[in-house]
């Protein structure tokens, strides 16, 4: 199995994709509406069996797990690879992971802390500055928390920045690198943060290493962060946890909070063990940065991100600590900067308060439903044991399992029967299976793609296929990111030595392999138009499927006539294709 397919096969992408929007089980797949353009009506499906995505709206268009993330984050394949294996604990080899340099990583650290310190000159000295100097100090930040934070402010003009950093001596590609300059459509370089206050992003050991971006107007979006670069991952970051690291394992306990205000408000009223996550969905690498400190670990996020991560990740949490998360429940409408500010004594009540975070899942759940209604106690069931299934440590999943058993009035013993057929290789099932979860299972036959892997072997093996034939085979023909990539680069290549310089080193093994395949040397032209025949009839069915999915959604919510009609419409052209795709194939025996 090839770095790609383990990644694939440790991460499900249901749980990726809801951590930038709210996904809503409907069936077998699950409706949101799409991440990547506004709408009222949901038009976007996961399939967990697929371990796929489409968004029937705006974008139309759809593809795996790597897909997404490039597509949300603006990556390349081998940074989004980078990134999910990181959430995933899958340790790429070092020459995959870290080629870069070391000297180049401290070329990074150094332009970012001069981009640091210029904004940071700009916020106390510059007239343009004034309205952001408001902002603080209407946030009633102190002059002591904006230099130790070294908050800043970027000029609201293109090329400022640049030309500092120009001057002092860094070559404009090493600028780039590190996220400071972005190159327009039009093929303009620019500054990347114009007209926001800076929030420097630090690591644990005090090195610049990002920066998060504040717009003080209704200039979208609100908040803007570095992209990835050789030295900054927003999902292993926490913000603050150069200045909380220390207390932290004093205090031995770490609180998350929100967000950069949040995190500086509380440092200034002496509750330094305070860190935040770049956005409200905390990653497992975050969680584990925090082990490393303290084993007791407290979210202080708005109620409804709360709820989100305790439904969501809270379990997972536990599991990589061995030890109980807790959630402090703030009072509606504020958020720890608010209490914090207002009374501290009252934040530290809160804190000291904390519900365990499976009880906090329980009280979540259970407020939306009536449990003197037979129905409500199905649904308690149905939601809260795949919870505690996932629960490792045996004594409290006993408790939690007598507390479901209470509340639901339910047989305990028949709850322990249902924890244990959702375990692999238990109850009823025909054979133990090695991996675990129902998605890992579902989603094997769906790792890599056997015809779509014969067709780039042909091609990389034969250069003598018609350079016609491939022009006409449409790249969204390959559904596997990565096969995707080796098709693009092979495209825009002159032989396996540039396609290979085209591409991530992460997929050098996979080209290796597909040079190293055995292809019988005879009637090549013509396996290679039976390979793109299939590869057009694995196309079609796939987006017959999605189309069928999404009208019985559609049905099911009572869609309207119009949409459905649309939809039933848009789904006999797929099959009109495959009867002619099936008719080539018996005409060619």
Not at 506 to 514: G, M, N, Q, R, S
Request: charged share 25%; glycine share 8%; with cysteine.
């Amino acid at each position: 199995m090839s770095i790609v397919d383990e990644v694939k096969q440790r991460t499900d992408i249901t749980t990726v994709i809801g951590q930038y929007t709210k996904l809503t089980k409907a069936g077998r797949y699950y409706k949101a509406l799409c991440p990547f353009h506004s709408e009222r009506q949901p038009s976007f499906i996961v399939y967990p069996e697929q371990q796929s995505w489409h968004c029937f709206g705006a974008c139309n268009t759809g593809g795996d797990v790597f897909s997404f993330i490039m597509k949300k984050e603006g990556m390349s394949f081998g940074d989004a690879l980078r990134l999910l294996a990181e959430r995933a604990g899958v340790d790429l080899p070092s020459k995959w992971g870290g080629e870069e340099k070391k000297e180049e990583k401290e070329d990074l650290y150094q332009i970012n802390q001069d981009a640091a310190q210029y904004f940071h000159n700009l916020l106390l000295n510059n007239p343009a500055a004034e309205g952001s100097r408001n902002y603080l100090n209407s946030r009633g930040f102190s002059m002591k928390s904006i230099t130790d934070f070294q908050l800043g402010f970027s000029l609201n003009t293109w090329d400022s920045l640049k030309n500092f950093l120009l001057e002092r001596g860094y070559p404009e590609e090493k600028i780039m690198l590190a996220g400071l300059i972005i190159q327009s459509e039009s093929g303009k370089i620019h500054d990347r943060f114009r007209g926001r206050l800076i929030f420097p992003i630090h690591d644990i050991r005090g090195r610049t290493v990002g920066f998060g971006a504040r717009a003080l107007d209704d200039s979208p979006p609100k908040y803007l962060n570095s992209p990835q670069t050789p030295v900054f991952n927003k999902s292993s970051v926490l913000y603050g946890i150069d200045y909380a690291a220390g207390t932290i394992r004093q205090q031995d306990m770490a609180v998350i909070v929100e967000g950069y205000v949040d995190v500086i408000t509380a440092h200034q009223h002496g509750i330094t063990n305070a860190v935040a996550s770049m956005g409200t969905a905390i990653t497992d690498t975050q969680v584990n940065t925090l082990k490393k400190l303290t084993r007791n670990l407290a979210l202080a996020l708005d109620a409804d991100a709360a709820g989100e991560e305790a439904m969501l990740r809270g379990v997972s949490y536990e599991n990589i600590l061995d030890a109980e998360i807790k959630v402090v429940i703030l009072p509606d409408g504020k958020d720890p900067d608010d209490v914090i500010k207002e009374d501290i004594n009252r934040w530290q009540q809160l804190v000291g308060e904390a519900l365990p975070i499976i009880d906090y899942t329980f009280d979540t759940v259970i407020s939306e439903l009536d449990l003197t209604t037979a129905r409500g106690k199905s649904l308690a069931v149905e939601r809260l044991l795949p919870i505690i299934a996932e629960t490792k440590d045996t004594t409290r999943q006993t408790h939690y399992l007598h507390k479901l058993a209470a509340l639901t009035q339910t047989n305990y013993r028949n709850l322990e029967t249902g924890i244990q057929e959702m375990k692999p290789g238990k109850g009823k099932s025909k054979a133990a299976e090695p991996k675990t979860g129902m998605v890992a299972r579902t989603m094997r036959r769906y790792l890599s793609s056997p015809v779509e892997e014969y067709g780039l072997a042909l091609l990389l093996q034969h250069p003598e296929i018609s350079e016609q034939s491939v022009i006409d085979v449409p790249l969204e023909y390959f559904q596997n990111s990565e096969n995707r990539e080796i098709f693009t680069a092979w495209q825009q290549s002159g032989g396996i030595a540039s396609l290979k310089d085209n591409l991530d080193t992460a997929l050098h093994e996979f080209i290796d392999y597909l040079l190293e395949r055995t292809i019988p040397g005879n009637q090549i032209e013509n396996r290679y138009d039976n390979c793109v025949l299939r590869l057009r009839e694995n196309y079609l069915k796939n987006l017959e499927e999605k189309r069928a999915a999404k009208f019985t959604l559609e049905a099911e919510l009572g869609g309207a006539d119009a949409a459905l009609a649309r939809l039933e419409e848009e789904g006999i052209e797929p099959s009109i294709q495959l009867r002619e795709v099936f008719l080539r194939k018996v005409k060619g025996g």
